[in-house]
């Protein structure tokens, strides 16, 4: 049966120092009954059977309130009596969480009972005292069940772990709970107190009782024990492991009766012992997106929303704020005595504040809530470690708080430097042992590292011993090493996952080198290796950051030269994705040109030339983005390689088309991808941007311009799919950014949707802001076409605003036009007609652009509205929109404009010319009569007359 089965039949369940009797409908608190309403108990028990789930008012009301029609007012008097009487909220204690909109679930950990094991108090035993376990215990109930069943079946058991992960806590809750087993001969002695191991088997005889005849005789406490059936519980042996070691043993081996539970950092190493690793508790794997109530399912979480509670913070976990407290969790790495005394700040800091305080050494020195004197501060329970070490253990952990992430034995004997590997390996064996290192098993290797807070506390040590400069420069040093083979060489494609891994550490590294107390000859070198592959992450935040701090400590030597020449690149790449098209960007590259024209570099001329056609791109510069896109297909004739020659024919393929140049686009699009095909190219690189998935997309839009809107799905399909596989940030939000408006130019509505979501989350979880602000205009673009003008309007608000800022104008034509559109549905015609006017001028006036004919449309739409007796301008503007799509051989754009000459006509009584005008631009199509302007000249032609299908 379950426990809810269970609990029916009258077993007892407990939470805190209640015990609650279902069945007899009785709650009590220790001995005493507790006063409780019969509505407010039917609560209680509906919101325990279902602990840890939210339970919704309706459901609350419809169990406790079966026939009676109630107002929610009457449920939320109820649960705050209910409250009143748990002491909710007094003390640290929390029961019951209201969920804003959901409901309500209990949320302190319950568990089945009997009034023997919920009684708290002392059990002596031997003229000892039992220590009285603690009322509230989070995240311990099945590791208590299983070293409950270990000690009972193997009679022998160390917890072992570092110092605050709760040792003391499971091995007094497992001891309460053995307790009746064993008739109360339970035998608790801590040994904490004992400095002298010569003390160990006189203390232990004291508690047992039989000091007379075993004053420090082993053999004769062993003789005494031989036919007692006792648990014997033994607390922090990790300073006196030998003594202990000797009697465990001995005691394990004679006393068959005699069960043994031992608590320390170190295991023994015995005959008979075995190892229960108390592991730190649970926190949640992801922060992204975490609610209140999926974090509150941590033990980490409730632990910490426990004694924040206990330390004066008055506020229940938001979703807000989960995300950061999970975060500080993990970072604290699950260790409840950490947590403790952080959250115990909480009241006084609140929980952002507690965030950026976590790095601070102070965390150290704060109070716990824990009376035990080796628990009173991080520091203390970590000095009680550290003064066990020896001499050697001590310099070598010290020295290891400089890693910040994992790492291999053989670079900690890089870093530690005077030892050999060998001797390096038995002191982190050592230090394994005893707590203070985790070990992580990957197939055959083996990888280290230190837990946050123990890390911490080893860089404070380091800082005392003086060693802090020599240790980070050896650190720094050493990755700026490993990092020398993509130094090299910055345009080489790489497999950079080896050294991902580290990306913390050498984050570490450049601090420290480009600091104050840091060494430049370092920090340049290192900075040169860090810039490539942080580029090839797409951390390219932190690219942009360490090309303009390397950039300004280069040497002199350093300038002119391919290395300054690299880092012009990679400044210009990172920047443009991150900072938008910024005169950071034109300046990186024409310095970056410069110095690749005066060194002969047609690599980098190569590289630096595909920037500058995506810079001008990007700012609307057509005329100027071709220019760029010539200049590279004439370097890349001159160097003569397939790959190259297929770039320039893709790069010229995206400027015609932006231009308004379809058919040349098509042209050089087809002839690049032939080129390709014969060739076996298929993955063409640079400037941080994936060539093929951009002519793909773009050979996508020019197919649906020049009519072909079946084909153009496909190409646009494959593109993504390209992308995917390529799992690169960059490209794939190029591609999705540009692949949308194929969909939306279709009508597929829900592949738009679907699409653009997944763009504005790429984007944002890898900060390309101009992509996510495109991502915005998208949807805005989406609701206009759903007919949800006001927030479509809003949404294209706010991302021109954010692409004015960042000047990435080549999306302004479009996103400005579909507001112009939302504007003049919404009423709006003077904005709507300022803003129009605008486009079309600069349309007219600058180097060309593929969106004319389609802004001219829009034009006429918003005089028509303005003015609708004055329908003969519109007319003009839709007349000019089609001879603009037929100069492009834009045949899409020449159907959109004739759908709305062709209605402008019938209403002036003109059917026949608007007949002959359609049926010529309809014969045209050859596929795509499912999308949504061909459907829509399907419709129009049969109000017409014209007898369907003509194809």
């Not at 630096?608 to 056609?613: D, F, K, S, V, W």
């Not at 088309?657 to 058919?663: E, F, R």
């Not at 800022?805 to 919404?826: K, N």
């Amino acid at each position: 049966m379950g426990d809810r089965d269970n609990q029916r039949r009258g077993d007892s369940i407990s939470f805190g120092p209640f015990r609650l009797i279902a069945a007899e409908r009785l709650l009590r608190r220790g001995d005493e009954p507790v006063q409780l309403g019969g509505r407010a108990l039917d609560i209680l028990i509906t919101l325990i059977e279902r602990a840890g789930d939210i339970v919704s008012r309706e459901e609350l009301i419809s169990h406790v309130w079966p026939d009676v029609t109630v107002e929610e007012a009457n449920l939320r008097v109820h649960i705050a009596n209910l409250r009143k009487a748990l002491g909710d909220g007094r003390d640290g204690a929390r029961y019951i969480a209201n969920v804003p909109g959901r409901g309500y679930c209990f949320v302190a950990p319950v568990q089945p009972s009997t009034q023997r094991a919920l009684s708290s108090a002392a059990i002596p035993v031997g003229g000892q005292t039992l220590p009285a376990r603690l009322e509230r215990m989070i995240g311990r109930d099945e590791t208590v069940k299983t070293v409950f069943a270990e000690v009972a079946s193997r009679r022998f058991v160390s917890i072992v772990g570092p110092g605050g992960v709760g040792k003391t806590t499971v091995a007094l809750a497992v001891t309460h709970a053995m307790a009746s087993d064993f008739g109360d001969a339970v035998c608790f002695v801590d040994l904490s107190a004992v400095h002298d191991g010569a003390l160990v088997v006189p203390a232990i005889a004291s508690a047992v009782g039989c000091i007379n005849q075993t004053q420090d005789s082993l053999p004769r406490l062993a003789a005494f024990l031989a036919d007692k059936r006792l648990l014997l519980v033994l607390d922090s042996c990790e300073h006196v492991l030998e003594p202990v070691a000797l009697l465990t043993e001995r005691l394990f081996r004679e006393g068959i009766s005699v069960h043994i539970m031992a608590t320390t950092r170190e295991a023994l190493r015995v005959e008979g012992e075995n190892i229960h690793m108390l592991q730190p508790l649970d926190s949640p794997r992801s922060e992204i997106g975490l609610t209140a109530v999926e974090a509150l399912a941590s033990p980490a979480v409730q632990l910490f929303m426990d004694r924040a509670a206990a330390g004066g913070y008055r506020h229940d976990l938001s979703d807000d704020e989960a995300p950061i407290v999970a975060g500080i969790c993990r970072q604290l790495d699950g260790n409840p005595l950490a947590i403790e005394v952080v959250a115990s700040r909480a009241g006084a800091y609140g929980v952002r504040g507690l965030a950026r305080l976590i790095n601070d050494r102070l965390i150290l020195h704060w109070r716990g809530r824990r009376s035990h004197p080796r628990h009173q501060t991080l520091q203390v329970t970590l000095d009680w470690s550290y003064n066990l070490l020896s001499e050697s253990e001590q310099a070598i952990f010290t020295t290891l708080s400089v890693f910040v992430g994992s790492f291999t034995l053989e670079m900690a004997q890089a870093i530690i430097g005077e030892l050999d590997v060998l001797e390096v390996a038995n002191v982190v064996a050592s230090l394994v042992e005893k707590s203070l290192i985790s070990v992580y098993q990957s197939g055959d290797a083996s990888s280290y590292r230190l837990l946050d807070t123990t890390r911490a506390y080893a860089a404070f040590k380091l800082s005392g011993r003086g060693e802090e400069r020599a240790i980070a420069r050896r650190h720094a040093l050493y990755y700026a090493e490993r990092l020398a083979p993509i130094r090299s060489n910055i345009l080489q494609n790489r497999n950079l996952s080896s050294y991902s891994r580290h990306v913390g550490d050498i984050r570490a590294a450049l601090e420290w080198s480009f600091s104050t107390s840091g060494d430049a000859s370092v920090a340049v070198a290192l900075g040169a290796g860090a810039v490539p592959l942080f580029l090839g992450l797409s951390m390219l935040r932190e690219c942009r950051l360490w090309c303009q701090q390397t950039l300004r400590t280069l040497c002199d030597e350093d300038r002119g030269t391919t290395l300054e020449l690299g880092l012009q690149l990679s400044l210009a790449i990172s920047s443009i994705y991150v900072h938008g098209n910024s005169d950071e960007v034109g300046t990186a590259l024409e310095h970056g040109l410069s110095l690749a024209d005066s060194l002969g570099d047609s690599e980098h001329q190569l590289h630096l030339l595909a920037g500058l056609n995506l810079f001008r791109t990007r700012l609307a510069d057509f005329g100027g983005a071709l220019a760029a896109a010539e200049r590279y297909f004439a370097v890349a004739k001159k160097v003569g390689r397939p790959r190259e020659i297929v770039a320039a024919e893709w790069m010229l393929g995206a400027s015609y088309h932006l231009i308004g140049n379809q058919a040349s686009a098509q042209h050089n699009y087809e002839t690049g991808f032939a080129r390709a095909a014969s060739a076996g190219i298929s993955q063409i690189h640079s400037y941080g941007y994936n060539h093929q998935v951009r002519a793909l997309i773009g050979d996508a839009r020019t197919l649906w311009l020049r009519g072909f809107p079946d084909r153009a799905a496909r190409r646009a399909r494959q593109g993504i799919e390209v992308a995917e596989r390529q799992n690169h940030p960059v490209s794939l939000c190029i591609c999705l950014l540009y692949a949308v408006p194929v969909f939306l130019w279709r009508g597929d509505q829900l592949i738009a949707e679907d699409l653009i979501e997944r763009l504005i989350a790429c984007a944002g979880k890898h900060s390309l802001a101009p992509y996510y602000a495109g991502g915005l205009g998208l949807r805005g673009e989406l609701m206009l076409a759903r007919g949800e003008t006001m927030h479509g309007v809003e949404a294209l608000r706010t991302a021109l605003s954010t692409l004015q800022d960042e000047r990435q104008y080549i999306l302004s034509f479009a996103f400005s036009r579909a507001l112009a559109e939302g504007l003049t549905r919404s009423g709006h015609l003077a904005e709507a007609n300022t803003i129009i006017d605008a486009l079309v001028t600069d349309a007219s006036h600058g180097s060309g652009t593929f969106e004319l004919p389609n802004l001219l449309r829009v034009q006429s739409e918003v005089l028509l509205a303005a003015a609708p007796a004055n329908w003969q301008t519109a007319e003009a503007s839709l007349i000019s929109s089609l001879a603009s799509a037929r100069e492009q051989s834009a045949l899409s754009w020449e159907l959109r404009s004739a759908i709305a000459l062709c209605r402008l006509w019938v209403d002036r009584g003109r059917a026949d010319e608007a007949r002959r005008l359609l049926v010529e631009l309809y014969e045209r199509f050859t596929e795509g009569f499912g999308t949504a302007d061909l459907s829509g000249a399907e419709r129009q032609l049969r109000a017409l007359g014209v007898r369907l299908p003509l194809c």
